[in-house]
């Protein structure tokens, strides 16, 4: 059994938390916060390594046959969120063992605002906008969160993921992971 005293404390402290990421976007100053890679002990429940179980909900599109995956399974190489104007977009990549390695990542709208969330996964040096280089999801414009983009091969191969929240009222927040994977 919690107690309530601990769990209202939680509680103010995660308003408390969120509402100076509002202001701070809402005055103009982007507030931007990134956390360094997890210890390799954050994982994520196993998914099917080698279907996708998710397949677009009406109004979101993908270029990855068969649909996005479900969620990200694996160790988290990148968690990254950016606030701008009272909007803000988390971007995670996770990168899971087995049958050549595979990147997945997924983004996440914060706040009220309802717009279209954009993400996307590249192999790094890759024009190329077809999967399974390139892997895409467009979001609904009541979604919070996009599907899992996901590209297999990817040991030893550089990915780069960028997620894109576009309000319907306002200026789109973007965020971006970088290149990882290197080694």
Same mark, same amino acid.
């Given at each position: 059994?919690?107690?309530s005293?601990?769990?209202?404390f939680?509680?103010?402290?995660?308003?408390?938390?969120?509402?100076?990421?509002v202001?701070?976007?809402?005055?103009?100053?982007?507030?931007v916060t990134?956390?360094?890679?997890?210890?390799?002990?954050?994982?994520?429940r196993a998914?099917s390594?080698?279907?996708?179980?998710?397949?677009p909900?009406a109004g979101?599109?993908?270029?990855i046959?068969?649909?996005?995956l479900l969620g990200?399974? +694996?160790e /988290?190489?990148? $968690?990254e969120?950016?606030a701008?104007?009272? !909007?803000?977009?988390?971007?995670?990549v996770?990168?899971q @063992?087995?049958?050549?390695g595979?990147?997945?990542?997924?983004?996440?709208k914060?706040?009220r605002s309802? +717009?279209? /969330?954009?993400i $996307?996964l590249?192999?790094?040096?890759s024009? !190329?906008?077809d999967?399974p280089?390139?892997a895409?999801? @467009?979001?609904?414009?009541a979604?919070?969160?996009?599907?899992s983009?996901y590209?297999?091969?990817t040991?030893?191969?550089?990915v780069?993921a960028?997620?894109?929240?576009?309000?319907a009222d306002?200026?789109?927040?973007?965020v971006?992971?970088? @290149?990882?994977?290197c080694?």
């Amino acid at each position: 059994m919690s107690d309530s005293g601990t769990d209202s404390f939680v509680g103010v402290t995660a308003v408390l938390i969120v509402a100076v990421a509002v202001f701070a976007a809402a005055s103009g100053n982007p507030l931007v916060t990134s956390s360094p890679a997890p210890a390799p002990t954050e994982t994520t429940r196993a998914v099917s390594s080698t279907r996708p179980v998710r397949t677009p909900p009406a109004g979101s599109t993908t270029n990855i046959p068969g649909g996005t995956l479900l969620g990200c399974a +694996g160790e /988290v190489l990148s $968690n990254e969120t950016v606030a701008s104007r009272g !909007s803000a977009i988390n971007l995670r990549v996770y990168y899971q @063992r087995g049958e050549g390695g595979r990147n997945c990542a997924v983004a996440t709208k914060i706040g009220r605002s309802r +717009g279209q /969330v954009v993400i $996307n996964l590249r192999l790094t040096g890759s024009d !190329s906008r077809d999967w399974p280089q390139f892997a895409e999801d @467009r979001s609904s414009a009541a979604a919070t969160r996009s599907g899992s983009v996901y590209l297999d091969g990817t040991d030893n191969r550089c990915v780069r993921a960028e997620a894109r929240f576009i309000p319907a009222d306002g200026k789109p927040v973007t965020v971006s992971s970088g @290149r990882i994977g290197c080694d």
